[in-house]
């Protein structure tokens, strides 16, 4: 079998390191990627004359039926023209992941032995004027790009879910907390839009770094650039990137797009699981805020009761995993001299790793989120006790002209004196209230009801009904654009 770099060798490479050193088990996947590259290659050869239009016709033709024996592109083989860039897609489901040959040491390899097998040795012409440096930077940064494309998609599937449990919660409150303790009473869709406006940063940052990794490194050579003369703006444009990358040093050797798209990943996988973390204490029987639904739950082998969640509990811990990737990749590249150290090809799988993880842990996010139970009587209820209403309490005797450190020490002896009556502060008469500051009035009772209370944080970002009236219709044509985005991009 003839490799793509043997000719200065006098020894074959010891069976167990050829074997070792291979990528093609996991970089299979980039095969659709690597087929739509080499197209763009064969027609800028075409154009600069290394091949004739019957070399590229059959080259095409040659790459399509790759594709489509994988089942990755189907498009009309007769129309060269049209061939492989609808392919640039991603899809979990079609990505190479089944393609097996003990031989090929990685996609690229694969790929020439394909070609070559399909048309003899026109297809080694396809290899002209490039390098395996720059194709493997082209093909992640398409499956970057691509994956994307595909988990913002999912995001906004999210955020929509979360809107419609935000606009059913209508005025239902709950307990806020501050280190886990009652704080105050909030919106539940006040609590819901915490977590839409993170998601919504979430999708915002992967845009920034699609953004940035949209440029093409074909023709980037080795290290120095292209040996021939090819056409890296009619390259890049086939492929749809927005320019050729500036530097063929760079575009060889960083992975910076991977990095930063495996870190915001993270960010995101934090998110959720954060947001698993108070859904798995809210099903708890102590706090039981939320049911947990059947159809995303398991029970135990031993006590027949149990309702665990599962699912939330794996989104929490996948979230380490994801993190594991981002810091993986951190530390390859962390000593690398520039420009391609084989060292990079270890880059691949942590990047596949988080990929694949969000792009299953999303959609189930999603399920769930459709099918939970609130309880908004326990969250209403929880939301009334516990002297979550100390706070504007205070605040109605600042209104009277009391300063703010000698209100909040007077209703902290209010708080006292309940706590040795084991009763909330609706329960203190006037007159053990009076006790403590003259200011008290008739008034102070209406102003401690959960409504008064929620009511009194009439600010931007605040829980005032009013305010997240607003706030939800803003966050809706945030996620109505996005949407309208991603369905562009799919
Ligand atoms: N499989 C290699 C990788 O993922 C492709 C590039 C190989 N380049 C080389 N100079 N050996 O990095």
Redesign the pocket.
């Known amino acids: 079998m003839m490799k793509m770099w043997s000719g200065r060798f006098r020894q074959p490479l010891d069976p167990q390191f050829e074997r070792w050193q291979r ?1 093609f088990e996991f ?1 299979r996947r980039l095969l659709r990627y690597e087929l739509a590259a080499g197209a763009a290659h064969a027609r800028a050869l075409k154009n600069a004359g290394v091949l004739s239009a019957d070399e590229l016709i059959s080259i095409l033709e040659a790459l399509q039926k790759i594709g489509e024996s994988d089942s990755q592109v189907s498009q009309n083989p007769r129309d060269p023209s049209t061939s492989l860039r609808a392919g640039l897609g991603h899809r979990n489901d079609t990505c190479s992941v089944h393609v097996e040959d003990d031989e090929a ?2 996609v ?1 390899h694969y790929l020439e032995k394909q070609l070559v097998a399909l048309i003899g040795e026109t297809g080694y012409k396809l290899h002209s004027g490039r ?3 720059e ?2 930077a082209t093909d992640l940064r398409l499956y970057v790009r691509a994956a994307i494309d595909e988990l913002r998609y999912e995001l906004s599937e999210i955020c929509a879910a979360f809107i419609h449990r935000a606009e059913q919660a209508g005025t239902a409150a709950m307990p806020a907390y501050t280190h886990l303790q009652h704080a105050e009473p909030v919106l539940v869709a006040h609590w819901l839009l915490a977590y839409l406006e993170m998601l919504l940063r979430d999708a915002d940052r992967l845009a920034g770094c699609r953004a940035r990794l949209n440029a093409c490194p074909l023709g980037s050579g ?1 290290v120095a650039g292209a040996t021939l003369s090819l056409d890296r703006t009619f390259m890049a444009k086939e492929l749809e990137f927005v320019s050729p990358t500036a530097n063929s040093i760079d575009a060889t050797s960083d992975r910076d797009f991977v990095l930063e798209f495996v870190n915001d990943l993270s960010i995101l996988a934090l998110h959720l699981s954060r947001w698993a973390e108070e859904m798995i204490l809210f099903a708890s029987h102590e706090f039981g805020f939320i049911h947990l639904p059947e159809a995303y739950s398991t029970g135990s082998s031993a006590m027949p009761q149990k309702k665990n969640p599962d699912l939330m509990e794996l989104v929490r811990g996948k979230t380490g995993r994801v993190i594991g990737d981002a810091n993986a990749l951190m530390v390859i590249l962390k000593g690398l001299p520039l420009a ?1 150290n ?1 060292d ?2 270890e880059t ?1 799988e942590p990047l596949f790793d988080a990929t694949e993880t969000m792009m299953n842990v999303l959609p189930l996010v999603t399920g769930f989120m459709k099918a939970v139970e609130f309880d908004f009587d326990r969250m209403n209820a929880g939301a009334q006790s516990g002297f979550m209403n100390a706070w504007a309490a205070a605040t109605y005797l600042v209104n009277r002209g009391v300063p703010s450190r000698l209100a909040h020490e007077q209703v902290g002896k209010a708080v006292k004196l309940c706590l040795e009556k084991n009763c909330e502060l609706r329960d203190l008469t006037l007159e053990e209230l009076r006790g403590l500051n003259s200011a008290f009035d008739e008034r102070f009772y209406e102003c401690l009801k959960p409504a008064s209370v929620l009511a009194m944080h009439d600010v931007i970002g605040g829980t005032a009904p009013e305010r997240v009236r607003q706030a939800m219709a803003s966050t809706k044509k945030k996620i109505d654009s996005l949407r309208e985005e991603v369905h562009a991009h799919a």
């Open positions: 990528s970089d040491e990685d690229h390098s395996r440096n194709q493997i080795a391609y084989k990079l090809q691949q």
